[in-house]
């Protein structure tokens, strides 16, 4: 499946979604962003609709008529890299992780804003055409991806910082998520350290990348959010 993009308007958007308010209004929130929509109602047609139509999103609800959301993700993964937002009404930390773990790209638990879920959308779309450009760009940071460099935008590639790679794996989600916050199950995938053992280490690493941040100025680009995770700065 092609997910070429230049532009987020007119970009095509698969709704998974057996609630037809739901849908409906989820559909006309991003057809006002000038999104295309299609909607469908359980993961058989999801599948068939991804194939055909090329979608360069998907929002994915986790409980359908005919199984779990998770599964469809699943599939649509062995056929490509189109970007997912799972949609659930469980908020649980368990499901988050099912979901980050098979390649979702964002999560939005119900009830939802449309306003927000829109927003995600975009940001998710905009990412996807960043990616062409290996070098991202967030609150102050630039992140080469094909390098593992990480530098103050303000002062150039040359004065990259010194970073071990769980550090680096750190810094690069958070930047990947704002201005969403990340919570530690997460944050923990990303460096490839899920395990309960790593867990309080966490926060030692956590700790270590705001100090070395701090020595350039840019201590508070990663925000505590207190009981729920951490956030980076976008501006
Ligand atoms: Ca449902």
Not at 97 to 123: H, I, M, N, Q, T
Request: charged share 25%; aromatic share 6%.
């Amino acid at each position: 499946m092609s997910t070429e993009l230049h532009n987020a308007r007119g970009a095509r958007v698969l709704i998974v979604e057996d609630e037809p308010a739901i849908a409906q209004t989820v559909a006309a929130y991003l057809g006002r962003e000038g999104l295309h929509t299609r909607t469908c109602a359980d993961g058989e047609n999801a599948l068939r609709i991804a194939i055909d139509w090329t979608p360069q999103l998907v929002l994915l609800d986790v409980r359908l008529p005919d199984g779990s959301g998770f599964d469809v993700l699943r599939e649509l993964r062995r056929h490509g890299d189109t970007p997912v937002i799972m949609v659930t009404a469980m908020d649980q930390e368990a499901d988050r992780v099912s979901g980050f773990r098979l390649g979702a790209d964002d999560y939005v638990v119900k009830p939802f804003s449309p306003l927000e879920l829109a927003a995600r959308a975009l940001a998710v779309l905009r990412r996807g055409i960043r990616q062409g450009d290996p070098v991202l760009s967030a609150g102050g940071l630039s992140i080469d991806r094909a390098a593992r460099q990480v530098w103050p935008t303000s002062l150039g590639r040359q004065q990259s910082i010194l970073l071990t790679r769980i550090e680096y794996e750190l810094i690069l989600r958070l930047a990947l998520a704002a201005p969403r916050v990340v919570g530690r199950a997460e944050l923990l995938l990303a460096c490839n350290q899920a395990s309960e053992a790593y867990d309080r280490t966490i926060d030692t690493h956590l700790y270590n990348t705001r100090r070395k941040l701090r020595s350039y100025g840019l201590g508070d680009w990663l925000t505590t959010v207190r009981g729920i995770g951490y956030c980076a700065r976008t501006k």
